[in-house]
């Protein structure tokens, strides 16, 4: 067990629907990753915070956004849902500022299906 | 810019064989580089992790990697598999000196053949 939890673990919904994906980091760490796994693409970094702040931007759609609370949980609003982003979403969290070597511990994802 | 390439989406071997999963980077950086390793509908896990220093890195469950900076590659290896390594692995790297932006490879499913 990572120490990161991700809620719900199944999603399915339809096109045009919006989600709301959630991650609670492993307690003490202040960094929140989310990754985006599919077949096609591989493992695609999405976007990263830091307490409370963005700190990195991967490949995130414009329609997907996300944030850090004040208790250092983090969710993942996708919106106008598209067939293309069925994929597994995972996060992860760090202890740090997410500096290059950090260790990064790994939830088991969100698998969501979009119908 | 940095990338990943893992050569062979999957690999089979006899259980007891050597496993060898191989990986190839590109960075215009000095590189950290890292393995990690999916079970079934699990999160990834840090396997072993090279930043700098000797590069012959080992890892948990008797993985090891070896960084060859002339090759641009950095291949796992144990020298005798188990059932239970049955897995998903991923090669990944980020740029030394900077923040967390970690490339992931595709991945390279490994079955153990008893």
């Known amino acids: 067990d990572s120490g990161v939890t991700q809620t719900p673990k199944h999603l399915i919904t339809a096109t045009g629907q919006r989600v709301t994906l959630r991650c609670s980091p492993r307690?003490?760490?202040?960094?929140v990753y989310w990754y985006q796994q599919s077949l096609d693409q591989g493992l695609q970094f999405l976007i990263q915070y830091y307490n409370g702040e963005e700190r990195a931007k991967g490949n995130i759609l414009e329609r997907f956004s996300a944030q850090q609370f004040p208790d250092l949980h983090s969710e993942l609003n996708l919106s106008s849902l598209e067939l293309g982003d069925s994929a597994l979403y995972f996060c992860a969290s760090s202890e740090g500022q997410g500096v290059a070597n950090e260790k990064l511990f790994f939830g088991s994802g969100t698998q969501l299906s979009v119908l | 810019a940095q990338s990943v390439t893992q050569l062979g989406s999957h690999v089979s071997v006899s259980e007891g064989a050597l496993v060898l999963l191989r990986c190839n980077y590109s960075?215009?950086?000095?590189?950290?580089l890292f393995w990690y390793v999916q079970y079934p509908n699990q999160g990834l896990q840090l396997l072993l992790k090279?930043?700098?220093?000797?590069?012959l890195v080992k890892g948990i469950n008797g993985f090891e990697a070896e960084f060859k900076k002339s090759e641009t590659s950095f291949h796992l290896t144990k020298p005798s598999a188990h059932m239970s390594d049955a897995a998903e692995y991923f090669c990944a790297v980020s740029a030394s000196g900077g923040y967390q932006k970690v490339t992931f490879g595709t991945g390279t499913k490994l079955q153990v053949i008893p």
């Open positions: 090279y930043t700098t220093g000797a590069t």
């Open positions: 960075s215009s950086v000095p590189p950290y």
């Open positions: 307690s003490g760490d202040l960094s």
